[in-house]
């Protein structure tokens, strides 16, 4: 499976825990099975809502970003109204430095 940086997009080698480009975290590297739902503070475009769904769930973000744009379009505004829910909802990522991690990752 191919690792790409949440921030810059750069290829990482499997296993990568941070970007070799921009110094990010790299949290796809962790396990996605057991992950909090929590709202990413690296890679975020606006809250980290889509982030935060697509590193839980496995799903691509740019993905979970289109069908998020295009359901705020198409749904009069009622995918906006659920990011909103979701971004109140959904607690922020706590602050990660290098070389302390939270237990399981
Ligand atoms: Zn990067």
Redesign the pocket.
């Known amino acids: 499976m191919a690792l790409y ?6 290829a ?1 080698p499997s296993g990568a825990r941070f ?6 975290v ?1 949290a796809s590297a962790a396990p996605a099975q057991g992950r909090h739902l929590v709202r990413p503070r690296a890679g975020r475009q606006i809250a980290g809502v889509c982030l935060g769904l697509a590193q839980a769930y496995g799903w691509d973000v740019a993905l979970v970003r289109v069908l998020t744009v295009v359901g705020c379009l198409f749904t009069g505004g009622l995918v906006g109204v659920a990011y909103l829910a979701a971004w109140v909802g959904i607690p922020e990522e706590p602050l990660v430095t290098p070389g302390a991690y939270p237990p399981g990752v």
């Open positions: 940086c949440h921030r810059c997009g750069t990482l970007c070799s480009n921009c110094g990010s790299v």
